[in-house]
């Protein structure tokens, strides 16, 4: 039987260092969230859940709530950081009885869907029994990331403002890492300079 695996959207950041809310400011005419979002939306994923905060304006990501893939969840734990995001999406994940999440951050707009599905089809031919799965470029780690349920209790424990990095380190042995030489997919856009530095 093959397991579903669903996306974990996180896009209930509060932009503190943009000054403004970046996923909905405007990149190639659309909104800077929009991007890693149709990603998700036409990859493998069976579903993608999308975590926001209900203090913010989410009208950027209104277009995508009749998508039959996508669920709109409202974090209300947000203010607390990225764990509170996370736990929210690996809650949905586990009640709908996922095998897997992918995590991937709202404002990483050059993510691929060949770069997603890469995940999801190294998780289904699995041989090792992995447990976390991801990419990584010039000895750099970073999301998107895929776990599959056996660590979902973990990502369920996490707290305040932190990702899923000290999991993957206390637990190294049990995940596989693919090497990928180009940066740009998993660019992160944080502040106004890089957002001025995204290709026009």
């Known amino acids: 039987m093959v397991k579903k695996v669903a996306g974990?959207?996180?896009?209930?950041?509060?932009?503190?260092?943009?000054g403004q809310n970046k996923l909905a400011m405007p990149w190639k005419g659309k909104p800077l969230g929009a991007y890693g979002l149709k990603a998700a939306v036409q990859s493998q994923l069976d579903?993608?859940?999308?975590?926001?905060?209900?203090?913010?304006?989410?009208?950027?990501?209104?277009?995508?709530k009749d998508c039959p893939k996508v669920r709109l969840l409202f974090c209300l734990d947000a203010e607390e950081g990225?764990?509170?995001?996370?736990?929210?999406?690996?809650?949905?994940?586990e009640k709908e009885?996922?095998?897997?999440?992918?995590?991937?951050?709202?404002?990483?707009?050059?993510?691929?869907?060949?770069?997603?599905?890469?995940l999801l089809r190294r998780f289904r031919m699995r041989m090792k029994g992995e447990h976390f799965i991801g990419y990584i470029r010039n000895g750099i780690i970073g999301p998107p990331i895929l776990f599959d349920q056996t660590m979902f209790s973990d990502l369920k424990r996490l707290k305040g403002d932190k990702g899923a990095r000290a999991i993957i380190m206390k637990q190294s042995g049990k995940g596989l890492w693919m090497k990928k030489s180009q940066a740009a997919p998993f660019?992160?856009?944080?502040?106004?300079?890089?957002?001025?530095?995204?290709?026009r």
């Not at 579903?47 to 995508?64: F, G, K, S």
């Open 8 to 18: 974990v959207y996180l896009a209930a950041g509060v932009s503190s260092r943009m």
């Open 47 to 64: 579903r993608v859940y999308v975590i926001l905060n209900p203090n913010n304006d989410n009208q950027w990501v209104i277009p995508w």
């Open 187 to 199: 660019i992160d856009i944080d502040t106004i300079d890089d957002f001025r530095k995204l290709p």
């Open 82 to 93: 990225l764990a509170a995001s996370i736990r929210c999406g690996v809650d949905r994940a």
């Open 97 to 118: 009885k996922m095998g897997a999440v992918i995590v991937q951050l709202a404002d990483q707009p050059m993510v691929t869907t060949k770069l997603l599905n890469g």
